[in-house]
């Protein structure tokens, strides 16, 4: 997972959240359970995961596991971006 991908993810909830400008938001802080986000938050998210790096998530990528924090994200597009290589073999590197 490359460097990029956590900052951009970092710098959208930066943006986005207000709960999250107020305290020291590294990868792994803790983001449903530390409050940052909520059920709409992840909705959020998602769509700025699917536009932005250009990926599909299905109802089964939204589990909790997946949004703890900014890595478990990064994670969850690393994984995506290698299924949508190797499934048609069409690059979708981010832009």
């Known amino acids: 997972m490359a460097d990029n991908t956590i900052e951009r993810i970092r710098d959208f909830i930066l943006r986005t959240f207000p709960l999250a400008r107020g305290r020291a938001l590294d990868a792994d802080t803790a983001l449903l359970t530390g409050g940052i986000i909520d059920s709409l938050g992840v909705l959020n998210i998602v769509g700025f ?11 089964d990528d939204l589990t909790p596991d997946n949004f703890q924090s900014i890595r478990t994200l990064g994670q969850l597009v690393a ?10 073999g069409t690059d979708r590197t981010p832009r």
């Not at 995961?49 to 109802?59: M, N, S, W």
């Open 79 to 88: 994984s995506k971006q290698v299924v949508s290589l190797s499934t048609d």
């Open 49 to 59: 995961l699917e536009r932005d790096f250009d990926i599909e998530l299905a109802d």
